[in-house]
């Protein structure tokens, strides 16, 4: 059996022969592909605009600095993600507050966000963590009634829906980011993108994304069609059109691979329900507004229960070629964090998630043999009769 990782692309013959074509293209970077590849986003999301950019965290940052975010500002966001959604705050000079999760559901607790809510709050970024989205309906409300800005971090996400309207659509958010780094739904090696409704957030981000740099239709009469202004400090956070066009091609792939991951994580719940008991929590599904995208298919272990720990567990699945994982250290537990005073300790929830939760693998090019031999092997360690 090979190793098996927790995640990984799925590229096929299409996908490469798109990358070829724009390869021998004019134009390897700013031509026509990101452009498609932007248009295809957003028709699928059912929005008016997508922004294709450099990473996931280019995304956060540029939606960060679109909703205002300076020094002074706060930031509400989850413990329980990756280190990319509250550093995006960071770069702006503001400074993030976290509260806890939902244990049920993995993602922030919608009803502890008004506790933590003051006069110099400016935003909300909410993290569909593993692919089930928030309760989206409450926080947009609660945003709204304290003229907040929400971002959905739908970097898990993609294929997603709340309410009958997809991740993305921004019905319930005023930007939408999503990754596209080989473990996530659709891959462009590297990138990201932000959805919005907003056509004033959609430019200042167009802008920011290369260097801060618009070229106005007047300013271009008055001077000449080579004429541009710089007129805020941006980036470098284009998308190459190689990128776009591997991304294009597996918006076609998209369907299949949420079936695909769907099934997987069915396949693991029939097996851990029929032979682990209460020896571990599954995954919640059961809710009749949203469905699971499946990035991640998170078990969390009954700590008073098994007889081996999460680091017993890990390991004995890495011995037997099986790529488990663990997402993820709550923010609030990395040196850098600690350092400017937060402690884990605060979110009792996101601390005993962190220390009982393991990753196992879930992406498309699974075959069913090797899931089921990942269901086996996780049963066989919870089973036996050694404690570690």
């Known amino acids: 059996m090979r190793f098996i990782p927790y995640g990984k692309q799925n590229i096929d013959n299409n996908d490469i022969r798109e990358v070829i074509k724009a390869l021998k293209s004019d134009l390897i970077t700013q031509g026509p592909m990101v452009q498609k590849f932007e248009k295809r986003v957003a028709e699928y999301c059912r929005v008016k605009y997508a922004l294709a950019v450099s990473s996931g965290t280019a995304a956060l940052h540029l939606a960060c600095l679109a909703a205002g975010l300076k020094k002074g500002d706060e930031a509400i966001t989850s ?3 990756f280190v990319a959604t509250s550093n995006a705050v960071l770069y702006t000079g503001a400074r993030p507050v976290f509260v806890d999760i939902d244990y049920e559901t993995m993602n922030i607790s919608a009803g502890k966000i008004k506790e933590k809510i003051t006069a110099t709050t400016k935003a909300i970024l909410s993290v569909n963590f593993a692919g089930l989205p928030c309760d989206m309906f409450e926080i947009y409300n609660i945003a709204r009634r304290h003229g907040l800005i929400v971002i959905e971090d739908s970097c898990h996400a993609l294929g997603s829906e709340y309410n009958e309207s997809r991740t993305g659509s921004c019905r319930y958010s005023d930007m939408s980011i999503f990754s596209f780094h080989p473990v996530k739904h659709v891959t462009t090696g590297e990138g990201g993108m932000v959805t919005t409704n907003s ?3 959609y430019e200042k ?3 920011l994304r290369s260097h801060g740099i618009y070229k106005r239709k007047e300013a271009l009469r008055k001077n000449g069609g080579w004429y541009y202004e ?3 400090i941006g980036f470098n956070y284009r998308m190459t059109e190689l990128q776009a066009a591997l991304g294009y091609s597996q918006m076609n792939k998209l369907p ?3 079936v695909r991951r769907s099934a997987i994580a069915s396949m693991y719940d029939k097996a851990f ?3 682990l008991g209460d020896l571990v929590k599954l995954p919640a599904v059961d809710f009749p507004d949203r469905t699971h995208a499946w990035h991640l298919y998170v078990l969390r272990l009954n700590e008073k229960r098994c007889r081996i720990s999460r680091r017993g567990l890990y390991q004995r699945l890495h011995d037997k070629g099986i790529g488990a994982q663990v997402h993820y250290i709550p923010v609030t537990s990395h040196p850098y964090y600690r350092s400017k005073g937060y402690k884990t300790s605060e979110f009792c929830n996101a601390q005993r998630f962190y220390n009982n939760t393991i990753s196992l693998p879930l992406h498309p090019g699974m075959s069913d043999k090797e899931v089921l031999y990942v269901a086996k092997t996780v049963i066989g360690v ?7």
């Open 273 to 275: 329900n029929e032979n």
């Open 256 to 258: 299949e691979f949420l």
């Open 230 to 232: 710089m007129l805020d």
């Open 199 to 201: 056509k004033r957030f």
């Open 79 to 81: 413990p329980i993600t």
């Open 382 to 388: 919870l089973c036996s009769r050694s404690v570690q």
């Open 205 to 207: 981000m167009l802008a």
